[in-house]
């Protein structure tokens, strides 16, 4: 009923930027919290970026001041603003979203595919 995409992913050298979207499409009534999650190979997922309905955002502390997280509502859409990447930050970006559906009353999670961010020279 709801699928989430990324998109934006990419190879980038140290240093440079990419800029990730995701967006909601499908039976949504609401979308409540949004968020960016990665995983590189052999580490658990982490929380990397989490923006709530009313703008409050928070970030890991291995990104905070140079990753941005941003949402456009009326599209259903979060974005995540990567600057000065470092090869630490390569690893799938994953896009996850609390969201009601219509003719639901609970709040589900949803995931996206994934998207591979490579940092590297």
């Known amino acids: 009923q709801v699928q989430l995409v990324e998109s934006g992913g990419g190879l980038v050298q140290p240093g440079g930027s990419l800029r990730l979207s995701c967006a909601a499409s499908?039976?949504?009534?609401?979308?409540?919290?949004m968020a960016w999650y990665r995983q590189a190979p052999g580490k658990q997922r982490e929380l990397v970026a989490f923006?709530?309905?009313?703008?409050?955002?928070n970030y890991a502390d291995s990104v905070k001041g140079r990753f941005t997280i941003s949402r456009d509502n009326a599209k259903n859409t979060v974005y995540l603003e990567m600057n000065s990447l470092k090869p630490e930050d390569t690893a799938v970006y994953y896009c996850?979203?609390?969201?009601?559906?219509?003719?639901?009353?609970?709040?589900?999670?949803?995931w996206g595919q994934g998207t591979q961010v490579t940092v590297s020279s």
């Open positions: 996850n979203a609390a969201i009601k559906v219509i003719g639901t009353g609970p709040v589900y999670q949803f």
């Open positions: 499908g039976s949504i009534f609401s979308i409540y919290a």
């Open positions: 923006s709530s309905s009313g703008g409050n955002t």
